[in-house]
């Protein structure tokens, strides 16, 4: 069974480009959550979708923003970029179960990642 | 502010001793709770997760929960050099509106000494 697989892996940008990211679930997962990770900062959640629609936001300005497809692939977007957002960006996919109390249907599972440098 | 507290480390443990990671979460409502191990420049993979108090055990590796305390755990027994990483502890919480969100701690480095 494949995993979840983003791309681009490494991109160097300039400061006030944009940026656009992808990635594709596990097959059968519907949910896809983005995660901004920074050695200061940790992993900080950006946006979860589910379904093609977000259904959770983290604090994060609006040059962020994202949306997920009907295939459950989804992409991110960072536009006007700044050098405080190179990071490594995380998509992870789960099956999106909101049951109260199951840990399995809420299990996220995280792609390789892409690493984003602002110069 | 939903908050997962681990201690940054560096955690030093021989090889072949009981390594102990620990995670307190301020959030009681938090229902299931995951484990992570994160090698340097590489994505966080899934160690266990554990929702029911008491202790869960995989391999050489045991998650333990106490919902009153709001405490996590994860022992490593017979620890490895393979074994040295950051290990990030999350809880899944309730957000509001229907949704559920999940936050990370900044992880605990684990390094094991041959």
């Known amino acids: 069974k494949a995993g979840v697989t983003q791309t681009p892996r490494y991109l160097i940008k300039t400061r006030g480009q944009q940026v656009t990211l992808s990635c594709s679930p596990i097959?059968?997962?519907?949910?896809v959550s983005w995660y901004q990770q920074t050695p200061g900062q940790g992993l900080q959640f950006l946006f979860e979708?589910?379904?093609?629609?977000?259904?959770n936001k983290g604090n994060f300005p609006g040059r962020f923003s994202g949306r997920q497809f009907s295939n459950s692939r989804s992409e991110m977007n960072v536009s006007t970029l700044e050098l405080g957002d190179s990071a490594l960006y995380l998509c992870?996919?789960?099956?999106?179960?909101?049951?109260?109390?199951?840990?399995?249907?809420?299990?996220?599972?995280f792609g390789e990642g892409s690493w984003l440098t602002v110069v | 502010q939903k908050e997962v507290e681990q201690n940054s480390g560096p955690l030093s443990v021989p090889e072949g001793a009981i390594a102990s990671l620990n995670c307190t979460y301020s959030?009681?409502?938090?229902?299931?709770f995951f484990w992570y191990r994160q090698y340097s420049g590489k994505s966080p993979e899934l160690i266990m997760s554990?929702?029911?108090?008491g202790d869960k055990e995989d391999g050489r590796f045991t998650a333990q929960l106490n919902k009153a305390s709001q405490y996590v755990s994860l022992l490593i027994r017979d620890s490895q050099p393979s074994d040295s990483a950051t290990y990030l502890c999350?809880?899944?919480?309730?957000?509001?509106?229907?949704?559920?969100?999940?936050?990370f701690g900044k992880g605990t480095k684990l390094s094991v000494i041959p």
């Open positions: 992870a996919s789960s099956l999106g179960d909101r049951d109260r109390g199951r840990a399995d249907g809420n299990t996220i599972y």
């Open positions: 097959s059968g997962h519907r949910s």
């Open positions: 979708y589910f379904s093609e629609t977000q259904r």
């Open positions: 959030d009681r409502g938090s229902q299931s």
């Open positions: 554990i929702y029911s108090n």
């Open positions: 999350a809880a899944l919480a309730y957000s509001g509106a229907g949704s559920y969100q999940l936050t």
